[in-house]
């Protein structure tokens, strides 16, 4: 009889089941694991953008986390938008209907635009003529600040 070295093939398949339980035993099973981390640190900046786009949104009011713009449309209508976080950590761009309640329910303006996801937490500051100290924290990322010109003058 030939003696035998290493292993067989069903027991290097049953060591690398017991490594990848214990795996999962010291890390959990969290979202993040499953789906990886999907953080673009520039993503901020394209909201930014979107929000500065020249003759767009006009500053009206700023609360700690809710900014309250001017939208201007190609017809010339103006509604007021809001720029604020939802539960789920999305900044979102809506729009408010004044009036109300059953006219709000009654307006055909529905959804939201999504600005950027996995958001923690955002401050906004009015510094004064349509401009707005922006404080972002979003996923594991540090904190970003930068100002947005929501003067809503063309070319500004």
Request: glycine share 8%.
């Amino acid at each position: 009889m030939t003696r035998r070295q290493g292993f067989t093939l069903i027991e290097t398949l049953f060591a690398l089941m017991i490594t990848a339980g214990m795996f999962l035993l010291v890390t959990g099973t969290s979202r993040t694991l499953i789906r990886g981390v999907q953080q673009d640190s520039l993503a901020w900046l394209q909201a930014v953008q979107v929000l500065e786009r020249p003759g767009k949104y006009q500053l009206v009011r700023t609360a700690r986390d809710v900014l309250v713009v001017k939208d201007h449309d190609r017809q010339g209508k103006q509604r007021e938008m809001k720029v604020l976080l939802d539960k789920k950590g999305v900044l979102k761009l809506t729009a408010t209907i004044p009036g109300s309640h059953a006219e709000q329910e009654a307006a055909d303006i529905r959804g939201y635009y999504p600005l950027l996801r996995q958001v923690t937490a955002i401050h906004w500051r009015n510094l004064g003529h349509g401009v707005v100290k922006l404080r972002l924290k979003q996923g594991d990322l540090p904190w970003r600040e930068t100002l947005v010109d929501l003067r809503g003058v063309k070319g500004s």
